[in-house]
């Protein structure tokens, strides 16, 4: 499975942070914010990811993660020069795709939880045979999302994009899974009164196939959409709580490419050398030397 970033689009909610740096490299308390996606690939097993910004915006992207082989994977970069909806990233991306099946994660989504990896697992398994695997996540205010409708089986009826009449409480988070035919489905994708490509419509092409598994995440996941301020910020006070409570760093990448086994301990400690100025670099020090035992989540 191969797996994408979609970095892109101008962030205006967050102006003027973002008029001249991506929102996706803006720090969520200690790291940058596309480190918690990247992270979500790497926890699931992928090692080849493709990553889609701006034409702006991608020189920063490949100077913080380069190839990616510092952390044992490979990371290549695509442009995309307008925001013409998230179904673009297959399109943009088929080249890279290849014949492989796809998880779709936006840059600028936060997930956390003990039980995130089997949750990972679960999606991957459930579209080993073909189809599509997407989640669904509380929201009292749904209405700026993608909402998903459930029967009394909780069931998926239905999912429409930022609806003025939401059909329920649950919106689909930004992490999805495909098999290849998303490729197919996308481009046979018809713009939206938006002018996009919306996901939704390729989720509904699943659907009417019979094809779409959704997950409820429970208590044990949580979400954050930083499209705010106040998203932001809500998510950089939960990062920092949980890495002060527990004492092990959220989305550590280079804690997770050696729990993986993508790099060795040396390579480890080499990369914590690097930054062993900050906290940060101080932290991947205390994995390398073994002061730290237990795995994130």
């Known amino acids: 499975m191969k797996g994408i970033i979609l970095a892109g689009g101008s ?38 990811v493709l990553l889609i910004s701006t034409p702006k915006d991608l020189p920063h992207y490949k100077d913080l993660l380069g190839d990616g082989s510092q952390i044992g994977i490979h990371i290549e970069y695509k442009e995309q020069p307008k925001p013409n909806g998230l179904a673009e990233a297959f399109i943009l991306g088929e080249d890279f795709i ?22 990972l697992k679960k999606a991957m398994l459930s579209i080993e045979n073909g189809g599509a695997a997407i989640f669904g996540y509380y929201m ?44 197919e489905f996308a ?48 998510a950089s006070g939960f990062v920092k709580t949980m890495q002060e409570l527990q004492g092990f760093y959220v989305s550590c990448i280079e804690e997770i490419a050696w729990r993986r086994k993508f790099i060795t301990r040396d390579q480890l400690r080499a990369l914590g050398e690097k930054m062993s100025n900050s906290e940060y670099g101080q932290y991947i020090l205390s994995l390398a030397d073994g002061k730290v035992e237990e795995e994130e989540g």
Not at 24 to 41: A, C, E, F, G, W
Not at 98 to 119: E, K, P, Q, R, W
Not at 153 to 160: F, H, L, R, T
Request: aromatic share 10%; charged share 25%; with cysteine.
């Open 11 to 48: 962030a205006t909610r967050l102006y003027p942070s973002t008029k001249v740096v991506s929102k996706q490299l803006l720090p969520v308390y200690d790291k940058p914010l596309v480190y918690y996606p990247l992270s979500m690939l790497m926890l699931a097993g992928i090692r080849e």
């Open 98 to 119: 290849g014949n492989d099946s796809v998880c779709l994660v936006l840059g600028d989504n936060v997930f956390y939880g003990a039980t995130i990896s089997s949750v």
């Open 140 to 183: 009292k205010n749904p209405e700026a999302f993608g909402v998903v409708e459930f029967d009394k089986d909780m069931k998926v009826i239905s999912i429409e994009e930022k609806p003025e009449n939401p059909k329920s409480h649950y919106i689909v988070p930004g992490l999805y899974f495909y098999d290849n035919r998303v490729i």
């Open 187 to 234: 481009k046979n994708t018809v713009p939206s009164e938006r002018g996009e490509l919306e996901i939704s419509s390729v989720n509904n092409e699943y659907l009417k196939r019979k094809e779409l598994n959704v997950t409820v995440i429970g208590r044990g996941v949580s979400w954050f959409d930083t499209g705010t301020p106040k998203g932001m910020y809500r």
